[in-house]
Structures are given as C-alpha cells and as structure tokens.
C-alpha cells in the first residue's frame, strides 16, 4: 500500500487540485459570463489575479492579532490536508487511514472556523456579520454533511471514505439505491452551501450586504488575500471532487500504476468540469436566497440526509 | 343456402331465441326483462294478469279512460331516470295490476316490493333509506288501497301528480292528461275481473318476408291474437339479418338493420300521428333473429345487455354495502395527513435554533444508533 508510487500519486493529486482550482474556477465564472451574454475574463484570469495579489506588499489592518495572521495559512494547510487526503484520483494512496469520514469533514470545518475567526479579530462591522452568517450556515450544514456521508457508509460498514468509493465501483448497482440518490442530493445542497455558491451566497459581489464569504476576507490583502482566495478555490473543487468521487467514482484509480493515475486525472477533471460548468449555468437562473430562508434549504437538506440513512438502514 | 328455407329457420331460431332467454336471463337483449325477477321468465313476458277494467258507459269517460290506459303504458309519462331505463307505470302495475316479479336492482327489495324514496329516480324524495314496500294491486279490493278512490275528493290526482313530478322527477303533466290517468285508475276494481285468470300480450308482428307472416300465423295459433300495432302490447319485428350479398360483413348488417327499424319507427309514428290517436308508441322490441353466423352481432348485443345489467347491479350493491375501506381507512387516513399537515408548521418554524436543534439531535441519535448496533 505505501509503495513510493502512492505517495507520487498523491502528490500528483494535491498538484492538480492545487493547479487546477484556480482554473475551475475561471472556467465557471466564464460560463456565467456567456450565459450573461458577457465576453468573460477567460479561463486563467483567477491565476492571474493570484499572480498579481502575490507580488503586492503584504499588508495587515492594525489591531489585528494571530488569528487574523495565521488564518491563511491554516486555511491554505487544511485545503493542501484535504487535497491530499479525500480520496480523487486515487483509492491507493499512504494517508488513506486519514480519509476517515469525520477527519474530513472536521477538516473542512476547520478552515471555516479559521476564517470567521479571523473576521472577528479585524472588528469591522462586516467581519463580524460575515462570520456570524457562515457559523449559522455551517452549524446547519455540518450535521447534513456529516448525516448525508453517513449514509452511504452504513452499507459499506465503515466510514473510511476509500472503503466507500471502492464498495461502489465493485457493486455499481449501488450508486442507484434510494439513499444513495438522497444523499446526492443533501451533499449537493451541503456542497452549495459550503462554497458560498448561489442561492446562498453570491460569489461575484462584493458589495452587497448580504454578503458571506466575502465579508470575512474584506480586510485581506496581498499574499494573504492571495492564499484565501486559493484555498478557498481548492476548498470548492475539493468539495465538488468529494461529490463526484462518491456519487459517481468511474474512472478513479484503484491503484497508483501510471496508466491508471492518467485515466484518474483525466476522469476527475472531466467530471469536476462538468459538475463545475453545471453548477455555474444553474446559478444564472437563479437569486440569491433571503438570508432569513436558507435556514429553511439547509433544513430541508438534512431532512434528506436523514431520509437517505433511514432509507440505508431499511433498504441497504 | 337454399332461400326457401330461410322462414322456418328463422323461426326455428325465434323460438330458440326464447326458450334460451328463460333458461339464461342476462342474455335477453329485451328491456322489460331487466325487472323481472321470476322463475318463469318466458310466461311473464308473453302473458299479464287480467285487466279488471270497468269501462264505463259515457263515451267522453271512455275516451279519457282510453287515453289514460295508453299514458299508464308509456315511459314518457313519469320522464325522468324512469323513462330513461323504460319504466312505465304498467312496469310496476302490470295491465293495472301489481307486479309480484318486479325486481329492479336498487329499488326493489324482494321481488314485487318497491322504495318509492329512493334517490335513484328521484332527487324530490329519496331519502336514503332503504325500505321497499309492496307494490299494491290496483284492481283489488278498493278498502286495502292507501288512497281513497273517493270521485268527490281529489286524493288520486293529487296522489297521481306528486308520484310524477316528485317521485319520479318527472315533467309536469297536462290536465287533460292526469285527468285522464286518474279516470283511467277509478274504472279499476275487483268487480271487472271475477274468474278471469292471466292473458297472452297482445302482440303485433311487424316486418317483411315470409319469416315475419310465418311467426304472425303462429303466434295466432298459439293464443297470441295479433293486434294493430298502436294497440298491441308489444310489437315484435322481425329483421332478416340474412346478407344482401355475400361480401356484406357483421358491421354491414348491423347498420342495415338499425337502418331498418329506425325506418320502422318513423313510419309507425308518421301513422299514429296521421290517424291521431295513441300519446306513445308502445314499446318497441326489435327481435333482431340472427343466423348463427351472425353470432358476432349477437355477442355484442347480448354484451351491451350486460353491461346494462353490471351497471345497474353495482348501483345495488353500493347502496346496500356501505364502503368499509373508505370508512374505516381512507376516511382516518385523510384525517391524519390533514393533522401532520398542521404540525409541518410547528416543526418547521425557520427558527434556526429549532433546526440546530434537529440536526443535533438527528446526529447524536444516529451516533447512538450506530454505537448499539453496530
């Protein structure tokens, strides 16, 4: 299992979702565009942006303490963790012990956490709102997440998410069962929420009120601001490659043998694309969700989540 | 096939056609037989009780009792549900009689009774409840009758009236015209019928060929003195079914023959009118007489018949069977979706403390769930 062509495999896999995060995410805003009737920035305008915040002075608002300092890099360390862990191109990989259900998902809270604490620490009255939004939202989107998982390990009898992806691609009758298709549909709204994608949160302003995500990095600037945004780019490709590699694991490698890894790199990016320009056409048709309502959809997706385990306990 | 033949085939095929229709009553594509509910099917068609009519002297009385004995024979008469399954008062009264074989599935309890407040026929009186009564015998003894026969009262007329527009929804029918039913009604009695037992129909046999002139000589044979066809009780009309060539299909010879006794009726009410006499056509029945490879047409005959025949007894049966399921399921079913309904909004408030709570919950629980069982 820890042949050193494991470990090459996982570095290959951190580098392509490092690399490739930052061009997903140009890819959706380009569709958005054109489906705008926009021309659009291009698909590597979000490495250039990166390009350019990366040569800036860093710069720190004043009164600001440690939590604000070190929020990037523990974001940027828990994206990289992640990218390294979850399962993508590869069900072979050495951390494979690590890619525990509730590792991941304690992964995932944990950059957010980091963020809305950072946004505290700036004092601003927009800090203070952003972080108080995303705690809401991530309190009521962590037990869907956690629940919706939770129901595609209880055939598998483990909640090691390798262990999962590879019952399914043994048995793939089971990507169609009532609680599979259920617990789609929760992650998806748990994955949406996440991210800070429509119709919860808008990606594309930063001046709106309602704002989310954007309120907490709107004291950042520079390099730090330049590893939010990657981390957090990674974070959405992370959560979207979760999705497919669970709903959908065709194509992964079950080993880490060079022809494999190649066809797990080219699966994951045509499944990540599509997921990714799929998501970016659907928010055109979409407005943004009365902050007071997304309680309501973040319920409503744990009460499929929920289903999804009952339906797993009674019909897996 | 030898031509000459075909009348005593026919025949043959008639009376066949009968004696089967005792022997399997759902069969019969003849309406009247739909009531009946007796063990001799063929004697209650072909014969009736005695008439115990008094016809009385005056001529203009005699005319009124004429008519009214004609209006107490049609459908028309009560309209409504009645005239639309072919009941007329003489279904119930035969030849101003009771009818101790009537039997009509919802209405009727044992044979011969009838619920007058049954919502079937009329939306006036029926009261949901299901109480037949006997049918009364309109020439019996005048004391055991309900209504008084009084000529000085006006009891019948008014009893008369109610029975058509109420009763039977029916339309609201002329004076002359229910004066005439009321005429009709007081010139029975017991009087007019001592020792006089159960008479053949009169019958009139229509159609071309020998076939019919065949069964005419017969029937008058038998008893069946043959009648006028404004007087007769029943007008039998024999169709040839037999094909105009030998290309002409089942489809065909359906349509010819309904274009024959439509053709029938027309005439037969272009002559009533002509002469001005009789309110309504008697009761048509088309004996259509099939050869047997006709059996298609008969098959889709005797299908429609049953048809009729399921309608009506499902209508029997739902209102003597009350649903259970739908009482004791359906009913409790609705009524506890209707409660959950009402709880959605509890539960779902938009408090976000009340969903953190859920998921909370919900985790720990699955936590739990899994720690004991797995």
Redesign the interface.
Known sequence: MTSPAAFVATAVQVVVVAAGAPLLVGLMRQVHARLAGRAGAGIGQPWRDLRKLLRRQPATPVDTGWPFRTAPLLLMGSSLVLAAVVPLLTTASPLDPAADLFAVVGLLALGTVTLALAALDTGTAFGGMGASREITILALVEPTLLVAIFALSVPVGSTNLADIVTSILHDPSRAITPANLLAGVALGLAVVAETGRLPVDNPSTHLELTMVHEAMVLEYAGPDLALVELASAMRLSVFLGLWATLFAPWGIAADAGVGALALGTLAFTVKVTALGAALAAGEVFLAKLRLFRVPELLAGSFVLALLAVVASFFFG | MDRRQRPARLLGLAVLLLVATAADAPQLPIREARWLKTPDLLADLTTQPAECLAMPKDAALRQSVETGRALFRSPLMLGGQAARVGLSCSSCHRNGRSNPHFHFPGISGDPGTADVTASIMSSHRGDDIFNPKPIPDLGGEPAKLRISRDPTKRDLSVFIHGLITQEFDGPEPSPAALDSVVAYVNALGPGACVGKTDVPITLAVLGEGSAARTLHDRLAGTGYVPADVAEARCVLYVADPGPVDTAENDLDCAVRLSAEVADLVRQLVGKLAAVGRGVGVPELLPAVIMEPQRRRLRRHLAFLHQLGTYLLARVEYQRRVPDRIEHRLYHPLIAGAGRLRRLGPVL?N???HR??A???L??TV?LLT?AVT?
């Open positions: 779902a938009g408090s976000v969903y953190l859920y998921g909370f919900g985790v699955l899994l797995r």
